[in-house]
């Protein structure tokens, strides 16, 4: 690494630790809560066999009680998102500290396995179809169509986001292809199978380092390394993670996981229709193939 590169990350990272400083401190998680009940798996959504997720930040007051609740993602239904609402109202903490709390609550059919159908593979084909001949707006169109027209599982989901963020790659928006490879492994990754779940992480730790955000690219190295697996995938990186991670040391900087939510529920009912058609997904789904290999010598 160059004495330029070195200069620039370190003032980067003086920069970040300036800011930490200021940020809220959340609760720490020996302060459970005790009365958590589920929200109503919304009726309309439930007929038409609509699954989706939402997250949420809130506050939990001295009393325990729950106050200035927000939701910070979701899947775009808007019955999940007032369900989630409703329910939280009624969440209770023990009483005492003070602090921020963020909840993701999933509205899923009973499965066992990850499951696509051969419809959603087939549309989702369309698109990249659309991608690899360069029209990206007919990409997104065949996309939003699908979300629209279709009932997609939370696995399906899942997976129309590493699809969404292939269009973000070809159409050069990193931000936002990471912010998608981010969704999808929402949940701990538990909506993709197993090795897209890795190959999106190692993904997601790429475009982290390209895009400078550092203290998450060694966070979720150390993520993908927990397994023999992820080690393996992640092997090419290693050597730029421990120089990034040596810095971070030197400064300080203590990073707050973003993408594991303090409490996390599932709203679980039967389905009520079953799909014959169901399968396993692909172990390549595409959306998650750019980028493909590490940025050399890059911090």
Same mark, same amino acid.
Request: charged share 25%.
């Given at each position: 690494?160059?004495?330029?590169?070195?200069?620039?990350?370190?003032?980067?990272?003086?920069?970040?630790?300036?800011?930490?400083?200021?940020?809220?401190?959340?609760?720490?998680?020996?302060?459970?809560?005790?009365?958590?009940?589920?929200?109503?798996?919304?009726?309309?959504?439930?007929?038409?066999?609509?699954?989706?997720?939402?997250?949420?930040?809130?506050?939990?007051?001295?009393?325990? %009680?729950?106050?200035?609740?927000?939701?910070?993602?979701?899947? *775009? /239904?808007?019955?999940?998102?007032?369900?989630? =609402? !409703?329910? #939280?109202?009624?969440?209770?903490?023990?009483?005492?500290?003070?602090?921020?709390?963020?909840?993701?609550?999933?509205?899923?059919?009973?499965?066992?396995?990850?499951?696509?159908?051969?419809?959603?593979?087939?549309?989702?084909?369309?698109?990249?179809?659309?991608?690899?001949?360069?029209?990206?707006?007919?990409?997104?169109?065949?996309?939003?169509?699908?979300?629209?027209?279709?009932?997609?599982?939370?696995?399906?989901?899942?997976?129309?986001?590493?699809?969404?963020?292939?269009?973000?790659?070809?159409?050069?928006?990193?931000?936002?292809? %990471?912010?998608?490879?981010?969704?999808?492994?929402?949940?701990? *990754? /538990?909506?993709?199978?197993?090795?897209?779940? =890795? !190959?999106? #992480?190692?993904?997601?730790?790429?475009?982290?380092?390209?895009?400078?955000?550092?203290?998450?690219?060694?966070?979720?190295?150390?993520?993908?390394?927990?397994?023999?697996?992820?080690?393996?995938?992640?092997?090419?990186?290693?050597?730029?993670?421990?120089?990034?991670?040596?810095?971070?040391?030197?400064?300080?900087?203590?990073?707050?996981?973003?993408?594991?939510?303090?409490?996390?529920?599932?709203?679980?009912?039967?389905?009520?229709?079953?799909?014959?058609?169901?399968?396993?997904?692909?172990?390549?789904?595409?959306?998650?193939?750019?980028?493909?290999?590490?940025?050399?010598?890059?911090?």
């Amino acid at each position: 690494m160059s004495p330029i590169q070195s200069s620039l990350i370190t003032t980067f990272l003086v920069c970040f630790a300036n800011c930490a400083i200021a940020q809220f401190q959340p609760i720490s998680d020996d302060k459970p809560v005790f009365e958590k009940p589920l929200p109503e798996y919304p009726e309309s959504e439930y007929v038409r066999g609509h699954e989706g997720w939402v997250m949420v930040g809130f506050q939990v007051e001295r009393s325990g %009680l729950v106050s200035a609740i927000d939701i910070l993602e979701s899947s *775009g /239904r808007e019955a999940f998102d007032k369900a989630t =609402l !409703s329910a #939280l109202q009624d969440w209770r903490f023990t009483p005492g500290e003070a602090g921020s709390r963020t909840a993701l609550v999933n509205f899923q059919y009973e499965r066992t396995y990850v499951q696509l159908s051969r419809r959603f593979m087939s549309l989702n084909d369309r698109v990249h179809k659309q991608i690899d001949k360069g029209n990206l707006d007919a990409a997104e169109n065949v996309l939003a169509d699908m979300r629209n027209d279709h009932d997609l599982t939370v696995f399906e989901l899942a997976y129309s986001y590493l699809t969404e963020g292939r269009i973000a790659s070809e159409s050069g928006d990193l931000s936002r292809q %990471l912010a998608l490879f981010r969704k999808a492994i929402r949940n701990d *990754g /538990r909506w993709l199978a197993r090795e897209n779940y =890795l !190959s999106t #992480l190692r993904a997601i730790i790429i475009l982290e380092i390209d895009l400078q955000d550092y203290g998450s690219a060694v966070r979720d190295y150390e993520l993908l390394a927990k397994t023999s697996v992820g080690r393996k995938m992640g092997e090419d990186l290693e050597q730029v993670i421990g120089i990034i991670r040596k810095q971070l040391d030197e400064i300080g900087i203590e990073m707050q996981p973003y993408m594991v939510a303090d409490n996390q529920v599932s709203v679980k009912r039967d389905r009520p229709g079953y799909d014959s058609s169901i399968s396993q997904p692909p172990i390549n789904p595409r959306g998650n193939v750019k980028p493909s290999k590490p940025p050399a010598k890059k911090n």
